[in-house]
């Protein structure tokens, strides 16, 4: 594989990183504003309370903040977040993904990471990892980051909901798993059952 071009991290600034991870994690929930209590709110919501730890700690770790997490009614994990400091940065990055490509490369290893870890699933079928959006401007930019890491990507394209964006074929993926790879533990899993040729 050619690697003239790729990005190689040598010294991980892991504060950029995980500022990344929590950009891209909260594309798995929601970030909204309640006027009558002047609250700012990000919910992240999932079926793994491990995951949400995870995010938890690089919330603490970079910002400082109090997460909590419960579990709700529909038997769901939630972590609220109250902040208007990262409610003001989440919605700033959203409105145009594509001044994540300046960010330095830290900080988009972590955002790939996070989105991979919130909507990304893992497939027997053809060796292939997928990531979808409902946005195709946040698609090109997951694509572009994994250029810059010599991650070979498929064609996008697009079902009723959303935009999708696959990996194809074992070395790809172990290539992924090696640099970008899967914080989310039964992703994680099932990814290096797929590289090693087991199906779980």
């Known amino acids: 594989m050619n690697l003239k071009n790729s990005v190689q991290i040598k010294h991980v600034n892991s504060n950029l990183t995980e500022m990344g991870f929590v950009l891209g994690a909260s594309e798995d929930g929601t970030v909204y504003y309640t006027p009558k209590k002047h609250q ?42 109250l902040s208007k400091q990262l409610y003001n940065e989440i919605l700033g990055k959203r409105k145009n993904y594509k001044l994540i490509l300046s960010e330095p490369i830290d900080f988009q290893l972590g955002f790939v990471q ?29 694509n572009k980051i994994l250029e810059k890491f010599s991650i070979k990507t498929g064609k ?45």
């Open 114 to 142: 996070g989105i991979f870890d919130a909507e990304g699933t893992v497939h027997n079928k053809r060796y292939s990892i997928r990531v979808s959006s409902s946005k195709i401007q946040t698609i090109y930019v997951i």
């Open 156 to 200: 996008i394209y697009a079902d009723k909901t959303a935009f999708i964006l696959p990996i194809y074929g074992r070395e790809n993926l172990k290539r992924f798993s090696d640099i970008v790879g899967f914080r989310h533990k039964e992703k994680k899993d099932r990814l290096q059952s797929l590289i090693s040729g087991r199906s779980l």
């Open 40 to 81: 700012y709110n990000i919910e992240i919501e999932q079926k793994i309370p491990e995951w949400l730890e995870i995010v938890k700690s690089s919330i603490e770790s970079c910002y400082g903040l109090y997460c909590r997490i419960r579990k709700t009614s529909k038997g769901y994990y939630r972590l609220t977040i």
